[in-house]
C-alpha cells in the first residue's frame, strides 16, 4: 500500500517525524510505502498558486491517501488555501473531526466532571468556500455562496453511515435556515430526506447560534453534528476549544476516491525547529487514518498507549500538569512509544483488535462525474433579478428603470440593497450603497416568456447603467426558485 505524505511547514515536518517514528513502533508501517510529496510553503515561494505539484498530484491520485501536517497559505496574492483546493480537487466531501475529553488534558469541562464526546461531520466542497468573489461596483464586493443537493445528500449520507458504524443513535443537523431559508434551507431539506434511510437513528436540527451557546454550556448533549462548510469550519474550531485547542483535534477529510489525513492547527512558526512542538492533533489523525485502510488493531494500540501516557501526566509544554516535566517532541513519542501494549486505567480502554487491510487505490475515473439528485423538473422564466452599479438613489433610479420596460413583458417590482428592500415601499433609514438589485417579473398579459426576452431586456438597461450581474427568476414545479427581499 502507497500512503502519499507531505510534512508540511513551521512544525509540520518536526511532528511528522515524530508521529511516523511512533507508528513504526506499533509495527503500523508493515506492507506500507510512504510517497513524499511536493506541497506547502517552498512550492507557492517558486510560483505555484496552488500549492502543489504536478508530481504531487499524481502521486496523491494513484494512491488515493494523503497523511498531510499543517501548511502554510501566502497572506495575500493569488494563492488559494492549501488544505482548501486539496479537498477540494479531490473531491474529499466530508470532514469528520472527532472532540473527546482526553485525561491530562485540562480544561473547564474536566474540571468540573463534564465529559465531551462527539463527532463533527462538515461539508467540505462547497458553500462559501468555493472562493467565488467579485467586486461589484466602487463600495461592494462579492462572495458566492453554492450548496447543492448532491454535495448535501453525500455529505448527509457519510454522516448516518458513520453514526450507523459507531453505534451513535443521534445526529443534528446545524444550519442557518432561519435567514438563508434557500441554501441552507435545501441542506436541512435534504438532510430530513436521507434521513429517512436510517430509521433507526433519532434526528433533529438546530440553529448554529444556538448550537454554539448549547456547545458550551452543555456539550454531553451531542453525539454527531452535521454542517455546511463555513459554520462546520467554525463550530469545529469551537469544539476543538472544548477539549483543550486545535492540538487535540484529529481530521479526517473523506472522499469516495481519495481521502487526506492532517493536523488541522497552524505551523506555528514562533517555536519550527525547537523540537517542542506537540504532536498530539497529527496522532490522532494517523490512528484515524490506521482505521480508513482497515488497520484496526494498529489503531487500538496507538490510542491506548497515548491515552495511558496522558493518563500518567506524559505531556509537552503546552498542556498538561505544570508539576510534570514537559518532554520535547521526540521525547513525548518515545514515552508513547514505551506504553505501546499498555491500556487506560482511569477511563475506558480501546477494545483490541486485528490488522485486516481493506482499503484499496482508487481506480481513476476516466471524466470527471455529473452527479445529480432530482430529475427533470417543469421550470418556467418569471423575470429576472438585475444588479446594478449605480450612485444614484433610489427616488431617481426607480422611474428611471420603470420607463426602459415600457412596450417590454416586464415590470420592475423591487428595488433593494444590500438585501433589503426599498422600493415600492422600504424605510428613509435604509442607507444604500452603489450597488442594487431591480426586480423585473413578467406581466400578467405578457403570455410565455424565456431567457431570451430577459436578455433583450439586459441590453436595454446596459445602455443607461453598468450590469455587474443578473439572475434568472424561475420556478420550479410552480415553485419560485428565488427568496423575497427583506422587508418585503
Given at each position: 500500500?502507497r500512503?502519499?505524505?507531505?510534512?508540511?511547514d513551521g512544525i509540520?515536518?518536526?511532528?511528522?517525524?515524530?508521529?511516523?517514528?511512533?507508528?513504526?513502533?506499533?509495527g503500523?508501517?508493515?506492507?506500507?510505502?510512504?510517497?513524499?510529496?511536493?506541497m506547502?510553503?517552498s512550492?507557492f515561494?517558486?510560483?505555484?498558486?496552488?500549492?502543489?505539484?504536478?508530481?504531487?498530484?499524481?502521486t496523491?491520485?494513484?494512491?488515493g491517501l494523503l497523511?498531510?501536517?499543517?501548511?502554510?497559505?501566502?497572506k495575500g496574492?493569488?494563492?488559494?488555501?492549501?488544505?482548501?483546493?486539496?479537498r477540494?480537487i479531490?473531491?474529499?466531501?466530508?470532514?469528520l473531526?472527532?472532540?473527546?475529553?482526553?485525561?491530562?488534558?485540562?480544561?473547564?469541562y474536566?474540571?468540573?466532571?463534564?465529559s465531551?464526546d462527539f463527532f463533527i461531520?462538515?461539508?467540505?466542497?462547497?458553500?462559501?468556500?468555493?472562493?467565488?468573489?467579485?467586486?461589484?461596483?466602487?463600495?461592494?464586493?462579492?462572495?458566492?455562496?453554492l450548496?447543492?443537493?448532491?454535495?448535501?445528500?453525500?455529505?448527509?449520507?457519510?454522516?448516518?453511515?458513520?453514526?450507523?458504524?459507531?453505534?451513535?443513535?443521534?445526529?443534528h443537523?446545524?444550519?442557518?435556515?432561519?435567514?438563508?431559508?434557500?441554501?441552507?434551507?435545501?441542506?436541512?431539506?435534504?438532510?430530513?430526506?436521507?434521513?429517512?434511510?436510517y430509521?433507526?437513528?433519532?434526528?433533529?436540527?438546530?440553529?448554529v447560534?444556538?448550537?454554539?451557546?448549547?456547545?458550551?454550556?452543555?456539550?454531553?448533549q451531542?453525539?454527531m453534528?452535521v454542517?455546511?462548510?463555513?459554520?462546520?469550519?467554525?463550530?469545529?474550531?469551537?469544539?476543538?476549544?472544548?477539549?483543550?485547542?486545535?492540538?487535540?483535534?484529529?481530521?479526517?477529510?473523506?472522499?469516495?476516491?481519495i481521502?487526506?489525513?492532517?493536523?488541522?492547527?497552524?505551523?506555528?512558526?514562533?517555536?519550527?525547529?525547537?523540537g517542542?512542538a506537540?504532536?498530539c492533533?497529527?496522532?490522532?489523525?494517523?490512528?484515524m487514518?490506521?482505521?480508513?485502510?482497515?488497520?484496526m488493531?494498529?489503531?487500538?494500540?496507538?490510542e491506548?498507549?497515548?491515552?495511558?501516557?496522558?493518563?500518567?501526566?506524559v505531556?509537552?509544554g503546552d498542556?498538561?500538569?505544570?508539576?510534570?516535566?514537559?518532554?520535547?517532541?521526540?521525547?513525548?513519542?518515545?514515552?508513547?512509544?514505551?506504553?505501546?501494549?499498555?491500556?487506560?486505567?482511569?477511563?475506558?480502554?480501546?477494545?483490541?483488535?486485528?490488522?485486516?487491510?481493506?482499503?484499496?487505490?482508487p481506480?481513476k475515473?476516466?471524466a470527471?462525474a455529473?452527479?445529480?439528485?432530482?430529475?427533470?423538473?417543469?421550470t418556467?422564466?418569471v423575470?429576472?433579478?438585475?444588479?446594478?452599479?449605480a450612485?444614484?438613489g433610489?427616488?431617481?433610479?426607480a422611474?428611471a428603470?420603470?420607463?426602459?420596460?415600457?412596450?417590454t413583458?416586464?415590470?420592475?417590482?423591487l428595488?433593494?440593497?444590500?438585501?433589503?428592500?426599498v422600493?415600492?415601499?422600504?424605510?428613509?433609514y435604509?442607507?444604500?450603497?452603489?450597488?442594487?438589485?431591480a426586480r423585473?417579473?413578467?406581466?400578467a398579459?405578457?403570455?410565455?416568456?424565456?431567457?431570451a426576452?430577459?436578455?433583450?431586456?439586459?441590453q436595454?438597461?446596459?445602455?443607461?447603467?453598468?450590469?455587474?450581474?443578473?439572475?434568472?427568476?424561475?420556478?420550479?414545479?410552480g415553485?419560485?426558485?428565488?427568496?423575497?427581499?427583506?422587508g418585503?
Amino acid at each position: 500500500m502507497r500512503i502519499a505524505l507531505a510534512s508540511g511547514d513551521g512544525i509540520g515536518p518536526e511532528i511528522m517525524d515524530a508521529t511516523l517514528d511512533l507508528l513504526r513502533a506499533a509495527g503500523g508501517l508493515q506492507g506500507i510505502d510512504l510517497v513524499p510529496v511536493e506541497m506547502g510553503k517552498s512550492v507557492f515561494d517558486r510560483g505555484e498558486t496552488r500549492g502543489m505539484t504536478d508530481a504531487a498530484i499524481a502521486t496523491v491520485e494513484s494512491c488515493g491517501l494523503l497523511l498531510k501536517g499543517p501548511m502554510e497559505t501566502p497572506k495575500g496574492g493569488g494563492g488559494k488555501s492549501i488544505n482548501v483546493t486539496a479537498r477540494k480537487i479531490w473531491n474529499a466531501f466530508a470532514n469528520l473531526r472527532h472532540f473527546c475529553t482526553l485525561p491530562g488534558v485540562m480544561t473547564p469541562y474536566s474540571r468540573s466532571g463534564i465529559s465531551v464526546d462527539f463527532f463533527i461531520v462538515r461539508e467540505n466542497i462547497e458553500d462559501t468556500y468555493g472562493g467565488i468573489e467579485h467586486r461589484l461596483s466602487n463600495d461592494v464586493v462579492q462572495c458566492k455562496r453554492l450548496i447543492s443537493a448532491p454535495g448535501s445528500d453525500a455529505v448527509h449520507r457519510f454522516a448516518f453511515e458513520t453514526a450507523r458504524r459507531l453505534g451513535i443513535r443521534k445526529v443534528h443537523c446545524g444550519h442557518k435556515a432561519n435567514i438563508m431559508k434557500m441554501t441552507d434551507g435545501l441542506f436541512l431539506e435534504r438532510f430530513k430526506a436521507v434521513a429517512a434511510d436510517y430509521p433507526e437513528i433519532e434526528t433533529a436540527d438546530v440553529i448554529v447560534d444556538a448550537l454554539c451557546m448549547n456547545l458550551v454550556m452543555k456539550p454531553q448533549q451531542y453525539r454527531m453534528i452535521v454542517l455546511p462548510n463555513l459554520q462546520g469550519d467554525i463550530v469545529s474550531d469551537l469544539a476543538a476549544g472544548l477539549v483543550g485547542g486545535l492540538g487535540f483535534a484529529p481530521s479526517a477529510n473523506i472522499g469516495n476516491h481519495i481521502s487526506i489525513f492532517e493536523a488541522v492547527h497552524g505551523t506555528a512558526p514562533d517555536i519550527a525547529g525547537k523540537g517542542i512542538a506537540n504532536p498530539c492533533s497529527l496522532i490522532l489523525s494517523t490512528i484515524m487514518l490506521m482505521r480508513h485502510i482497515g488497520n484496526m488493531g494498529t489503531a487500538a494500540r496507538l490510542e491506548n498507549a497515548l491515552l495511558a501516557s496522558l493518563e500518567q501526566g506524559v505531556r509537552t509544554g503546552d498542556f498538561g500538569d505544570a508539576a510534570k516535566p514537559a518532554l520535547g517532541t521526540m521525547e513525548f513519542v518515545k514515552q508513547v512509544a514505551q506504553r505501546l501494549g499498555q491500556k487506560p486505567t482511569l477511563g475506558p480502554a480501546v477494545p483490541d483488535a486485528s490488522d485486516h487491510v481493506t482499503f484499496k487505490p482508487p481506480v481513476k475515473p476516466f471524466a470527471s462525474a455529473a452527479v445529480h439528485t432530482f430529475g427533470s423538473r417543469d421550470t418556467r422564466v418569471v423575470g429576472a433579478d438585475v444588479y446594478l452599479d449605480a450612485s444614484e438613489g433610489v427616488a431617481t433610479l426607480a422611474p428611471a428603470l420603470e420607463s426602459l420596460t415600457t412596450g417590454t413583458p416586464w415590470k420592475l417590482t423591487l428595488i433593494s440593497n444590500r438585501g433589503t428592500q426599498v422600493w415600492p415601499t422600504g424605510s428613509v433609514y435604509t442607507d444604500c450603497v452603489d450597488y442594487w438589485r431591480a426586480r423585473f417579473e413578467r406581466r400578467a398579459d405578457a403570455g410565455e416568456v424565456g431567457q431570451a426576452q430577459t436578455l433583450a431586456l439586459l441590453q436595454t438597461i446596459a445602455n443607461r447603467y453598468t450590469i455587474c450581474s443578473y439572475e434568472l427568476l424561475r420556478t420550479f414545479d410552480g415553485k419560485p426558485g428565488f427568496s423575497m427581499a427583506q422587508g418585503q
